[in-house]
Structures are given as C-alpha cells and as structure tokens.
C-alpha cells in the first residue's frame, strides 16, 4: 500500500519535535524532583547491667529499625577488651541474632587486674557501617558485704609490745553499717574488757580489700590523750556468700583510730540459727598468764572438752604451759566446769573450765571464756576471768580457737587416727633470756610430718621444719659473728602417739584419758643436726578418728631445765591434712603476716600469683611472679605494694622471695617486707592444697648478716563476692 507523503511529513516533523524537546530549549520545562534517600537505619541496645562481678552474665537485646531486608539481616556481636588484646574478654551466647532476641554476655571467671572493660558491640548485618557499642565494666569484687551476723576474731600486741587478743561479734546491714555488736579485747594493762551495742562503718572495694571501723565508746581503749574507743581493720575477702564467707583481717590504726595494737585474724559470717555447742571439741588459746600480776608469764594451753547432748557439763583433758617454767600434761576438767549460758542474739557462749593448774597452785584455778560462734563445729574464744570486778580469780588473758570433733567420735581414737601428710604453722614466744619483755610471735615455725598410722616406730616417719626464734642467741652465729637469732631448718624423724602415756609427751598430772583425740609428736633427730640440739614436743588434737582432718597444735621448744633448755619456747597454730593434688601456686589470693624486727607489724592483702608473668599488673608496673597489695601496721598503713618470686611448687617446702616494691607508683606505698636495699625477704612456702599455704622467712641469720627479723605467714585462694557466682 502506498503511504502518502503528506502522512510521511508529518511523522518526520512528528520526530523533530520530540528531538528538539531532548536537546533544546529548557523554556516552560521543569525538572523531575530527586529521588528520595534510601531509608535510615539504626541500631539500639539494651543491657540488663553495664557492670558485673567475675562469671557474672548481662543480657543485651539490639534492635534495628530500618528497611525490611537489612532487619530482616540481623545483628552481628563483637567484643573487644580495654586493656589489651591479650586478655580474655568473656564469652557471648552466639555470635549473631535477629533484631530484638537477646542474647548473654559471661563475664571471665578470673582477671589479671582488679576491674577490666569489656566493649561488646552490635552492627546490623545489612549495613556494617551502623553499630552500638556497650562497654560493660567487670570488678574482682562487688562492694558490699552480704547482711547478717559476723564473728571477728585477731591476735597480736598492744602499744608496749604486750599480748593482746580481740573477739567480736558484728550486725553487719549489707549497706555499709555496723547496726549492733558486742566485742571482748584482752590488754595487759586494763585486763579482760567487753563492750556492747557497737556501731561504726564498713568498706568493700571492687578489688576485695576494705576497711572496717567499730565504735566501742570505751574510754580504755586507745592511747591517752586519743582514747576514743575507735577500732579499724583492714580486710581482704575470699569467697563469696554460697561459700561460707570468710575474710582475712588486720587491725591497724587508720583515720582516727589511735588504739596502738597490730594484729591479724578472720572475719567469718556467723551461720544463721546459732545453737548451744554440743559434742566435742579441741581448742587451742594462748596469750600471758596473770594468776600472780607482779609476774605475767606467756601461757598456752589446749585440749579436747567434751558436753553431752542436752547438757552443759564439761569433761575432758588439757595440756598447759606457763613460760618456761611448767608443763602439765592430760590435766582432767574437774566437777564445775560447764557451759554457764546459753547463746545470746549475737551467737555468744560462756565456756567455765575448772581444775587447771591442778597440783602446783594453792586451790585449782577455774577459766572462763566467751566463746562466739561461727557455726556448730567453729567457735572463737577469748579468756574474759581478767574482767575487772568478776567473780573468777583471773588466770589469763588468752585468746583461740576450738573446732568440733566429727560426731560421736570422742573417746575412739587411736593411732590410726593419725595417717598420712600434714602441714602446720606456730607461732609464739621465744622465751630466750634475752626477750626480757617476752614479746609475741617471737617464735615462728612452718612444718609437714607424714604420719603413718602406727605411731611412727622406730622414728620411721619423716618431716621437715623452718622453725625460728628471733631472741635467741645459743647457735654460733650468735656467738662469732654477733647474729642474734635461732634457726633449725631441717629435716627430721618421729614418732607419736595418741591418748598414750608412752610417749615423752605422757600423762604429767592425773592418768591418760583414752580415745580424746590428744596425739604427741616427739622429733628424734634433724638433719643437718642443730648444734646445741633441739629437743622439741609438739601435741597435735585431732577432728576425726577414722579420717585425715584439720587439727589444732600446741608446740614447745624444750620445756625442761639446763643444760637442755637451749630453745625454749611455747606456742599454738593450725594443721591441716596435705593435699594429693599436684602443687600449685597460681591465680588470685589473699593473705596475712606478722613480722617481729623487735616490735610486731601485722598486715593482710592481696596478691596476684603467676609462675610465668606475662602482663604488667598496675599496682607492681613490671611482669614479675608475685604482684601484692598490702595493708599494714606499720608506715604508711594502707596500699602498700610488694614484689615476690618462687620456684616450681612442691609437696616440699618450695623457696622465694617477698620484697617491698623499688618503684611503687604513685600513691602507693613501699612499706611492708622491707629490708636493706636490693635484699629480698628469702621465705619457704609450704603447700597444702591449691588453695592454701603458710610462709615463713628464712634470712633470720643468713645470708650474713641476717634479717633479724621474722616473718610468717598464710595465704588462702580469692573467689569472687557475688550472689550466683561459682
């Protein structure tokens, strides 16, 4: 078909029109409007917590809003740590999630340091460019103490170097407040004396360590003219609630405390629903004999005492020791002794023991003592006959501790109840004539024995001992070189006996009780052998007949007369079965000393212990093996920084080093374990298990010149305070 051209005309000018509209004139044309911006988006992050103990856990819930595609992407989580790559941040439930599900951040279980700053971060998977960061902040410790009753207990010296012991009991409100308490402290120069209604303050930082400050309103407490009856002590906390809280403390003048005692102890959350003590129990005390007040005389005594169910009479048998002067041995309580009273609202017994002394004083002579109690197998005694205008004669002024024998098993030991490794610490008097004043914690010693069940014939069981008596001058590095000290550090053989008056350790007064739990450890022979000889008798009173258990330890260094008195001595302490576990010595701990260089400086902290440093811990500022913080009686008080080394831990006593820190930053102190410039402390530690050990300083007389100093201490694994935490 033949187009016309006219049609084709108009076409063509049809295509000209839309060509010329493209390319030119822009008259009476607008623009289309810019295409709109792709929609926003953003993420939002929720948290259950922005600061938690260790293991502690946070719940975070990121939520996007923008297009449908990138919520529909999800959440992508990261985290990174603050102070350096190297550390463990935590651990997230799952790595990613869909816009609005939670997910769970777990905090580490330990720390290098006393707080880290985890940052955990949320970026939406469709746009990685938008991301919210939550910093969640982790600490050691929370920082307050759980509410309820604490039984508080220290031993040390007063402001003249005197014995003095302290027992309290503590209504603590978890906010911060004493609400109520009562306390009994023995001072040689006022006596027995107790206070009730306490208040006053305590502390909990995030690194474990506090303060605590009672407010006695007793005038006699307290230097004159500062005698305001203020009290302050220093603490470390271990463990947390589910775990039968304990701290470890020191007493040591702070702000505007003037009391001008050092001593260290416990701190433990009495159990609730506290009962009247029933069944056995061994106890150890030690403090001054004040009988004749114109001559006071260390003193020390322990036994087994035993109160039927539903009863309050007492039996059972001690062992008592009077300077170096006296020794009774297996004295039986006589008829009277008894418990005089019931539990108060505080857990506060009162204990009545007749019959000691017995033989050698004009009329038996009755104790008495306040027993405050932790929970049924624990209690804390002070001696309280001293008390101006009581009705007991005063013997002592003493303080200790008794722990319950397993149930129904008084009157069933035997030998066999004495089996396997122990390690033990003592500390005590020195009582060389040359310690005039018979000044405290004198006498320090870290043993293990490995009993064998059978009482050790023919001095078949072994042993070791770093025993030290700071006042003594009989060795001969006292007499050539003019080194005033002791020192038997060696090993050595035994034997002993349970309830048996075969051993040296015998019946001196009265017959044998059998099947108390009362053994007696007589070492025969050390090697290398100190010259003079060492001639030491040690009782050991056993929890339990058929099984390894805690112990309680009176020690004597050579009772007797010359020329066999070369190192005279009395003191108590604490065994504890060793451990099969391999050896240990790692991770966080806290720990107590005293420290005799003549006056006493006591002091707990912490430390951080790692056998291959790797980071730089902010209180010490170079890797090394041991990073302590301690509070102390001496110096500057509080924060004082300390370094330590040690070799591979072992059954054995294994060696190190503590030593004040060089270089202490700024702000913190370098006041504890001093010795002459660059001359670290050489110290012993004795394993128990790998949560426990004692230490004891072994430079007493070398390397030449010697410390003069003597140091003993106990250490103890730090768990976090955290409702919920393992």
Avoid at 241 to 266: E, F, H, K, R
Avoid at 412 to 420: H, I, K, L
Avoid at 495 to 511: E, L, M, N, R, W
Wanted: aromatic content about 8%.
């Amino acid at each position: 078909m033949t187009t016309k051209p006219w049609v084709l005309f108009l076409l063509a000018a049809a295509m000209l029109a839309v060509l010329a509209g493209c390319g030119g004139s822009t008259a009476n044309v607008q623009n289309p409007p810019p295409p709109p911006p792709p929609p926003s988006v953003t993420v939002t992050v929720q948290t259950s917590a922005s600061s938690i103990s260790v293991s502690g856990t946070v719940s975070l819930t990121a939520t996007i809003q923008g297009p449908a595609g990138i919520v529909s992407d999800g959440v992508v989580w990261t985290m990174t740590c603050q102070n350096g790559s190297g550390s463990v941040c935590g651990t997230l439930s799952s790595p990613s999630s869909q816009s609005g599900a939670a997910i769970t951040f777990t905090a580490p279980s330990t720390l290098s340091t006393n707080t880290m700053v985890t940052e955990i971060v949320a970026y939406a998977e469709g746009d990685q460019s938008v991301n919210e960061v939550s910093p969640i902040t982790i600490t050691t410790f929370n920082s307050s103490l759980k509410a309820g009753t604490y039984v508080l207990q220290a031993e040390g010296v007063d402001s003249n170097n005197n014995p003095y012991q302290i027992a309290a009991a503590l209504v603590l409100d978890g906010q911060g407040n004493i609400k109520n308490g009562e306390q009994t402290a023995n001072y040689l120069a006022y006596g027995s004396l107790t206070d009730t209604n306490l208040t006053g303050t305590y502390f909990l930082g995030n690194d474990g360590r506090g303060l605590i400050t009672i407010n006695t309103n007793d005038p006699d407490i307290g230097v004159p003219p500062n005698n305001n009856g203020i009290e302050t002590f220093a603490f470390v906390f271990l463990n947390n609630p589910s775990q039968n809280p304990q701290a470890l403390i020191s007493q040591i003048d702070l702000g505007n405390a003037n009391t001008g005692t050092s001593a260290v102890g416990t701190l433990d959350l009495q159990q609730t629903g506290v009962v009247a003590p029933s069944g056995s129990y061994v106890f150890v005390v030690k403090g001054a004999n004040v009988a004749n007040p114109a001559n006071s005389l260390p003193f020390a005594f322990g036994g087994v005492l035993d109160i039927p169910s539903g009863q309050t009479a007492i039996t059972g048998v001690t062992d008592e020791i009077i300077g170096e002067k006296l020794k009774l041995s297996d004295a039986a309580f006589l008829t009277g002794s008894k418990l005089s009273s019931v539990p108060d609202t505080l857990g506060k017994v009162t204990f009545m023991l007749a019959g000691l002394l017995s033989g050698v004083h004009p009329k038996p002579v009755t104790a008495l003592f306040a027993g405050y109690i932790v929970d049924p197998t624990h209690i804390k005694l002070i001696e309280t006959d001293g008390a101006a205008g009581g009705t007991v004669a005063p013997l002592g002024l003493t303080g200790g501790l008794a722990i319950g024998q397993t149930a129904g098993s008084y009157g069933n030991f035997n030998n066999a109840s004495f089996d396997g490794p122990y390690v033990f610490g003592v500390t005590g008097v020195d009582l060389s004539p040359n310690n005039t004043g018979y000044i405290p914690s004198t006498w320090t010693a870290a043993s293990l024995f490995t009993a064998d069940g059978n009482g050790c014939q023919s001095d078949s069981c072994n042993g070791y001992t770093d025993t030290f008596l700071q006042q003594n001058c009989v060795q001969s590095t006292c007499k050539t070189q003019a080194i005033q000290g002791a020192q038997i550090s060696a090993a050595f053989t035994g034997t002993y006996a349970v309830d048996s008056s075969s051993s040296s350790c015998g019946a001196t007064s009265g017959t044998v009780v059998a099947g108390t739990g009362r053994a007696c450890l007589t070492p025969a022979t050390f090697t290398p052998a100190p010259s003079p000889v060492y001639s030491p008798e040690l009782f050991f009173y056993l929890t339990n007949p058929t099984a390894t258990g805690e112990a309680l330890v009176l020690g004597i260094g050579d009772i007797g007369s010359a020329p066999n008195l070369h190192y005279p001595s009395i003191g108590t302490g604490v065994a504890y079965p060793q451990s099969t576990n391999a050896p240990a010595f790692s991770g966080d701990y806290g720990l107590t000393f005293t420290q005799v260089n003549p006056t006493e400086t006591d002091g707990s902290g912490q430390i951080i212990v790692n056998q291959t440093p790797t980071a730089v811990l902010p209180n010490c500022q170079v890797p090394v093996q041991i990073c302590g913080l301690a509070d102390a009686s001496d110096g500057d008080g509080q924060d004082n920084s300390f370094l330590g080394t040690f070799t591979s831990p072992s059954t054995a006593p294994f060696s190190g080093t503590l030593y004040a820190n060089p270089t202490p930053p700024t702000g913190v102190f370098d006041n504890v374990f001093p010795l002459a410039p660059n001359q670290p402390m050489t110290v012993n530690y004795y394993f128990i298990d790998p949560d426990h050990g004692f230490f004891v300083e072994t430079d007493l007389v070398s390397p030449s010149p010697g410390s003069g100093q003597v140091s003993f201490g106990y250490y103890a694994a730090r768990t976090p305070l955290c409702e919920g935490c393992p």
